[in-house]
Every structure is written in structure tokens, then in C-alpha cells.
């Protein structure tokens, strides 16, 4: 089975840096993914971390260390718009994403 | 590119009758389309993996002969949900992945349903 955790919530400033956590245990892994979901919308697709490291895509980073079972997002010069719900997921065999319970995260003026 | 679209978008229906739900991908082929719901606050659980040409794989808990799948094209499946109750109301979101042998799901828009 899987287990993800993440924070419940968060607030941020404008303009600040913001990191979301997602720890996780699971029996088999092939990646892990990061979503971003706008209330009453569908999840978009941010990141994919395969392999151990950082992946950087214009504001957004990923890591990932998968001995430790861990891995954040990062969010640089934050947007109000970034206000939404990050999604830490987990794929094992067969393309199946287990998605962890998101963290709210606010940002504020 | 990767795009997914659902249609509807919502629907409203009395308790009893039938949803009929499709999820298209617009410019790949998808092998493999998922279907998950997601209640208020919640995360998106699974209920089902469909693979074009074969019989959907349901999550431990989903009724298969309550919500139907057939994944009939490599572009298009569909969810019914056969005699809706209340309970059944929630956010209903597919996705799709493509036939390269990644694993990115790209999502479509969502469904709406809400069971009077």
C-alpha cells in the first residue's frame, strides 16, 4: 500500500518563497508528481520526479530523495494566483496515481 | 498538446435515473483513462483504470455494475453512473495518459454531479 502525507495548510506572502513537504511510504514507486488544483476545478499538471534531485521549471521546482521517502515543492516569487491546493501523487505499477490530501495554501498581500 | 475534455461539465438529475459522463482526449491517444471523484475538501480518490478494448480495473469499494465504464476508442470513455442517490453527488474528474509509456495523467476538466 501507499501512505502519502502533506500539510493541511499554509500561508504565504506575496512575493515570498513558499516550500510544500509530502513525505510518503509505499511498497513500490515508479515517480512522483505534483499538482496544482483550483477550487472546483481539475488538477493541472506541475512536475514528475523520477529520479533522486531537483527539477526546476520557471517558478516552480520539484525535489525528490526517494531513500528518505520525501520530496517538496518549491514556489518561488509568489503570485496570488498561486493560492490553490497542491497535490503530492505517487505512481506504482500500471500508470495508477495515488494522490496524497493536499496542502490549501494562501497567499496573501 | 494533452488535452482532456469531459462533457458535461455538470448535470443535475433526480435520484433514480442514469448519468452518462464522457472523457475525451483530444489530441493524443490515451491506452489508459482513469476516473476518480472527489468530495468537498478531499483529495481525488480512484475508482476505476480503463484500458481501450478491455474491461475496466476497479478500486477495492466501487460498485462496478453501479458506475460503468467503457473505454471503447483510444480517445474516448465514458462513466455512467446507473440509479443516482444523493450520495453519489460529487466533483467527477477523468484523466488520461498517453501511449508513449509515460506516466503523466492529464486531466480533464471535471464533472459536476449533483443528485437531487
Known amino acids: 500500500g501507499q501512505n502519502i502525507d502533506q500539510p493541511t495548510e499554509m500561508t504565504a506572502t506575496e512575493g515570498a518563497i513558499v516550500q510544500i513537504n509530502c513525505t510518503y511510504q509505499t511498497s513500490g514507486f515508479n515517480g512522483l508528481f505534483w499538482y496544482q488544483q483550483h477550487a472546483g476545478e481539475a488538477p493541472t499538471f506541475l512536475s514528475y520526479n523520477v529520479l533522486d534531485g531537483l527539477e526546476e521549471k520557471g517558478r516552480f521546482s520539484s525535489f525528490l530523495s526517494r531513500s528518505k521517502g520525501y520530496s517538496y515543492l518549491l514556489l518561488k516569487e509568489l503570485q496570488m494566483k498561486d493560492s490553490a491546493s497542491y497535490l503530492c501523487a505517487l505512481t506504482g505499477g500500471g500508470n495508477k496515481l495515488t494522490f496524497g490530501t493536499g496542502t490549501q495554501l494562501k497567499v496573501e498581500l | 498538446g494533452a488535452v482532456v475534455s469531459q462533457h458535461p461539465s455538470w448535470v443535475i438529475c433526480k435520484s433514480g435515473t442514469s448519468v452518462k459522463i464522457e472523457c475525451r482526449s483530444l489530441?493524443?491517444?490515451?491506452?489508459?483513462m482513469f476516473w476518480y471523484r472527489q468530495f468537498p475538501k478531499q483529495s481525488l480518490m480512484l475508482m476505476a483504470t480503463s484500458n481501450e478494448g478491455s474491461k475496466a480495473t476497479y478500486e477495492q469499494g466501487v460498485e462496478k455494475d453501479k458506475f460503468l465504464i467503457n473505454h471503447a476508442s483510444l480517445t474516448l470513455s465514458t462513466l455512467t453512473v446507473t440509479s443516482a442517490h444523493p450520495e453519489d453527488s460529487s466533483f467527477y474528474i477523468c484523466s488520461a495518459s498517453g501511449t508513449g509509456g509515460e506516466d503523466t495523467q492529464y486531466f480533464g476538466p471535471g464533472t459536476r454531479l449533483t443528485v437531487l
Open positions: 489530441d493524443f491517444q490515451a491506452t489508459t
